[in-house]
């Protein structure tokens, strides 16, 4: 999602006339769009911003800008914590970006943190020549997992009109685009709000019509909201690859109650279960939380059993990182980090031993 937000911003300042350049040094614009999931992306992004005041020294009328997740969560105090700052915005601001450098060319220095809900007023526009691109279809979440910041900072679910949503897609595929991959939060929650009656599985149908498009992708799911029609129109389609990446985050049942997850391991492996039966070759990645707050050892041991059983093709492993705002965060039983490292490298090793089983059942067969 912030890839497609890069995008976005960078295609609406190419078509206000700006021009990119390799060379920091010659920049009359500096944007850094950030991440706040977790604290060590957040620390990057702020370390990286303190770099800039080199270049605004040698240049006072640079404009540099901090876009994204962090500008959401500590708002206009960064303004006074970085003087070399122009323009702070968040993700629902974007829209807005004109406006904002035209204040910050005067001299001023400004902040869009709520946006004026204008997600979608502008059109997925495509720079330069590519056969594969992004198309958020939804923005937010409604979900308010305990450890998670993002209805916070990118707020509640929208969903994009269908109509507009299949106009973007066709005008990609008129200028040769023929990959796009749906994009939200929670895509399989897509269509509440909408005054039309159209859900994900719905979506999917109509985005598979479109003539010379070859290939559809989305991305990310919820477990709570995958239903047999999602799995089996995913079946059913050629064009729509045959991949799922599904979140479990631990396979714990206590774990996940604490986490606001909406479903047990039961449920997840029916899921997978399902999806296979439907889709012998499909591939299956997850990501997984580890230490979070009162996680004991035998937790961590059902999250390890999850991965012998389901045996993903991949896996996206985390510490857990407290975040503000989350509840999580005034949980009880935080894990000390040296734990946290050896409950990840531990995750680590047997996805590795089980990818490596999984080649060789690939060259035996071969």
Do not use: W
């Not at 303004?79 to 001023?108: D, M, T, W, Y």
């Not at 020549?129 to 993002?150: E, H, R, T, W």
């Not at 477990?223 to 799995?231: R, V």
């Amino acid at each position: 999602m912030n890839v497609a937000d890069s995008e976005r911003i960078r295609s609406l300042l190419l078509r206000d006339g700006y021009q990119e350049t390799a060379d920091m040094g010659e920049a009359g614009l500096i944007i850094l769009n950030t991440c706040a999931v977790r604290k060590h992306a957040e620390d990057r992004a702020l370390a990286r911003l303190n770099s800039l005041k080199h270049y605004k020294r040698k240049n006072p009328d640079l404009i540099i800008g901090l876009f994204g997740c962090v500008p959401s969560f500590y708002g206009e105090k960064l303004l006074e914590e970085f003087p070399h700052l122009s323009i702070l915005c968040g993700p629902k601001g974007i829209g807005e970006i004109n406006s904002l450098l035209q204040k910050a060319e005067k001299g001023e220095r400004v902040a869009s943190l709520n946006g004026k809900n204008n997600l979608f007023d502008d059109r997925c526009i495509l720079t330069g020549k590519k056969k594969a691109v992004f198309l958020p279809i939804m923005q937010g979440c409604d979900n308010f997992c305990s450890y998670c910041v993002v209805p916070y900072t990118r707020g509640r679910e929208r969903s994009k009109p269908s109509l507009q949503i299949m106009e973007e897609a066709e005008n990609l595929v008129s200028q040769g685009v023929r990959e796009i991959m749906l994009l939200g939060q929670n895509v399989n929650s897509y269509g509440k709000g909408l005054t039309e009656k159209i859900d994900f599985a719905g979506l999917l149908k109509l985005v598979g019509k479109i003539k010379d498009l070859e290939k559809i992708k989305f991305m990310t799911s919820h477990p709570k909201d995958i239903s047999q029609n999602l799995l089996e129109v995913i079946a059913s389609s050629e064009k729509i690859e045959k991949r799922l990446h599904l979140p479990v985050q631990s396979g714990s049942d206590s774990i996940l109650e604490r986490m606001n997850r909406g479903y047990t391991v039961k449920d997840y492996k029916k899921i997978i279960k399902n999806a296979r039966e439907l889709m012998p070759k499909i591939s299956i990645s997850t990501d997984i939380i580890v230490g979070f707050p009162g996680e004991r050892e035998d937790d961590f041991r059902q999250t390890l059993k999850l991965l012998t059983e389901i045996r993903f093709d991949s896996i996206f492993a985390f510490k857990y990182s407290n975040r503000p705002k989350t509840a999580a965060g005034r949980f009880p039983g935080q894990i000390p980090q040296e734990e946290k490292e050896r409950r990840l490298k531990e995750i680590l090793e047997l996805q590795r031993e089980i990818n490596r089983a999984k080649r060789k059942a690939v060259q035996k067969i071969l």
